[in-house]
Structure formats: structure tokens, C-alpha cells
């Protein structure tokens, strides 16, 4: 089974629109960590925004916040007032404590468009 | 505070090659994972070193090896290379290995011929 599921391959917002990207996790521990990256064309990875498992509060960062559903293993992603900027790929990941490590399972990613 | 640096940015090698690839991380970071990113295959995890010491390998063939200094900064080699190892290296560090946000350079792009 996928760790990770990005079902949004393509999405469209117009600027200064709210948008949200979907992500839904499998994991059968207890302890986690889920990410959100942005991936512009140059290929860098941009950290957007992190959940722990034990966090009561959705996690926000400006613009970004994460709807994090524990219960249903769902993590979304919610961009306010869209930017043309934010025009890019965005990965959903999780980190599992299990693994011990920084060994993070990636979705597919979702290729946002911003049309002005 | 200067972001995670990899060098170099951009490379082209022919079967049968090696290659070294470079990441120096965010000062005070002492996890380093590298990842491999292709069209058909997406984002894989390569492996982790923390404390100069390799914490987890993913499903790569021993071709792919990796090494940390004692400054955090790592490096990784592919020795014989392959068509298919074309892809984006990208590397990432944090401050712990178990917990807390994880920031990614920029990455290498790497072009086997």
C-alpha cells in the first residue's frame, strides 16, 4: 500500500483564491511527522510546513496552514489568497519514528497552476 | 542563516563512470538524507547519516554509498554509472534524525550518457 497518497495530479486557482491540496497517509505507528514541500521548475525543494503526530493544533506558516485529520489519516494542505508565485509541484511526506530515521515516504505530488 | 548547499549543480557523465556529489548542511544540522528523484520513480530515499554515521539506507543497489565528515557536511558516490541513474540528487539536513522539520538544497542534476 502507498504511505502516501496525493490523488490531485493537476490543480487550478485563480490568484488570491484559497486552495487545498489533498494528501492521505498510511501508517500504522504511532508516531510521525508530516511534510508539505513546494517544487518549483529549478528543482529545489522549498519546506512549506510540518505536523507532528502528537500536535493538537493544526500547524500554520503564513499563508499555509495543514488540515490535519489524525482520524482519518488525512493531512491537507490549504493555501490562502494564491499567489502566481505558487505556481509549482507540491509534495506531500511522512516520516515514521519506526524507521529511526530521516527516511521520508513522498507522494506523487500535485502540479498547482495559478492563473491570473 | 546560509540554506543547504550541494555542489555541483549540474553534471554530465558516461556509462561506466563514477561521480561525487556534495552536500553541506544547515549550520548546526547534524542529519544529512539524501534522496533520489526521477520522473518514473519519484522522491526515494537514499540513505541518512547522523553523527557520521549511516542511520538507514533505502532499496539502492551497493553502487550508492555515502559518508559524513565530522563538520555534518556529506558526501555521496555512484560508482558505475548507469542510463538510469540519470535524476535529481537532492539532499537534506536537520537538526535531529528522529523529529523536527527537514530542509532540502537545491540539488544535482546528474545526466548519464
Known amino acids: 500500500a502507498q504511505k502516501i497518497t496525493q490523488t490531485q495530479p493537476g490543480m487550478f486557482v485563480q490568484e488570491k483564491e484559497a486552495v487545498t491540496l489533498d494528501c492521505t497517509y498510511d501508517?500504522?505507528?504511532?508516531?510521525?511527522?508530516l511534510f508539505w514541500y513546494k517544487q518549483p521548475s529549478s528543482g529545489e525543494m522549498i519546506f512549506l510546513i510540518y505536523?507532528?503526530?502528537?500536535?493538537?493544533q493544526n500547524a500554520t506558516e503564513g499563508r499555509y496552514s495543514l488540515n490535519f485529520q489524525k482520524a482519518r489519516k488525512s493531512a491537507n494542505l490549504v493555501i490562502s489568497a494564491s499567489q502566481l508565485g505558487d505556481s509549482a509541484m507540491y509534495f506531500c511526506?511522512?516520516?515514521?519514528?519506526?524507521?529511526?530515521?530521516?527516511?521520508?515516504?513522498f507522494g506523487t505530488g500535485t502540479r498547482l497552476t495559478v492563473i491570473p | 542563516k546560509a540554506g543547504v548547499t550541494q555542489t555541483p549543480r549540474y553534471l554530465i557523465k558516461t556509462r561506466g563512470q563514477q561521480v561525487t556529489l556534495s552536500c553541506s548542511p544547515i549550520?548546526?544540522?547534524?542529519?544529512v538524507s539524501w534522496y533520489q528523484q526521477t520522473p518514473g520513480q519519484g522522491l526515494q530515499f537514499l540513505f541518512e547519516y547522523f553523527s557520521e554515521t549511516q542511520r538507514n539506507k533505502g532499496n539502492f543497489p551497493g553502487r550508492f554509498s555515502g559518508r559524513q565528515f565530522s563538520n555534518s557536511r556529506s558526501e555521496m558516490n555512484v560508482s558505475t554509472l548507469e542510463l538510469g541513474d540519470s535524476a535529481l540528487y537532492l539532499c537534506?539536513?536537520?537538526?535531529?534524525?528522529?523529529?523536527?522539520?527537514?530542509?532540502f538544497g537545491e540539488g544535482s542534476r546528474l545526466t548519464v550518457l
Open positions: 501508517t500504522s505507528d504511532q508516531s510521525y511527522g
Open positions: 511526506a511522512m516520516r515514521e519514528r519506526a524507521a529511526g530515521a530521516n527516511n521520508l515516504f
Open positions: 505536523q507532528g503526530s502528537y500536535d493538537e
Open positions: 549550520s548546526g544540522h547534524r542529519s
Open positions: 537534506a539536513s536537520s537538526e535531529d534524525h528522529r523529529a523536527g522539520e527537514l530542509f
